[in-house]
């Protein structure tokens, strides 16, 4: 976790809580919001030499201006999409420092997890090296990935004993620094699932698992032995119903797909025809869609660290 010192209000402490940052006397980064009463004085207290991000509105802004200072680390809103990545300039390689699981999961199916564990893993693996799990046995994010993954069947019979040789010579490789693991035409054995989640953390920086819906006892396995789970679901009644009976992990962010929800942390816009281009080339998606991936995957990234 990355340690900064939070001067400001709520807005700013719930977006530091969003980005997984951690609050300490000692930070590596202060964050301070101009616009809050008495931030400036406690930012001030800190060391010169740690690096400043500072939250203004426009009057104060044009004062830094007006100083000739630089003004790259300014900036009108405390959102975590916001200051994450400046965040990710002043603290290079996040991904490296430690290695993190990151299940998707979502209340019922057909959500859009498997499209957007693909495309999170393709851009995840510019950070740090990513190894991709799918635990749906369906074999469709290998296809999203462009490859095809060697079935579960072939971890099974290692799963007591398995090492990192073995995920080694089952992993396909996609890309530069992404590999995947689990093909179809079965569901992984939780005692497989747990195993090969826990060797790949000695294997990878970031582990991006394409997990079923919570309801299934693997999805529970997957999150609990993440550091982030990502909670996908759709805006209408049933899905809400569906998502208040879930047992929510702790770590979730709820992510709303196609519409906004209550309580998402981010939405994934509805996006057919990027969809409808990526699936011509089995490649990664662009547009709007695009833009929320590579957005959410540099919040994962900061959250890494
Ligand atoms: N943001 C989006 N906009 C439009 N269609 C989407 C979006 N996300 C997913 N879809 C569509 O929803 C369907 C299910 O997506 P998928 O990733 O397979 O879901 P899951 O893995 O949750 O079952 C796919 O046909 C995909 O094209
Ligand atoms: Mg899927």
New binding site residues.
Partial sequence: MIRVAICGGDELRSSCVALGLEESSAPRVVLADLRYPGAAEQAASYPPAVPRILIARPEQAACFAALGATTSRLTASADPATIGPLIVELVPNPARERTRVVTLT?AR????????AANLARRLAAFGSVLALDATGTG?LAWWLGVDARPWSELEVLAAELRAEHLELVATPVAPRLTLIGGAPAVPSLEALIATISVARTLADLVVVDAPPLADHRAQACAARSDRVLV?SYADAASSAALGAAALPESAWLIG??AAIDGAFRV?????RA?GDALEQRGPTGGA?GRAYDELAELLAIDAS
């Fill in positions: 979502a199916g057909g959500v859009g997890r498997t499209l957007c469709a996908l797909s196609q994934l816009p509805r996006d057919e969809i869609l």
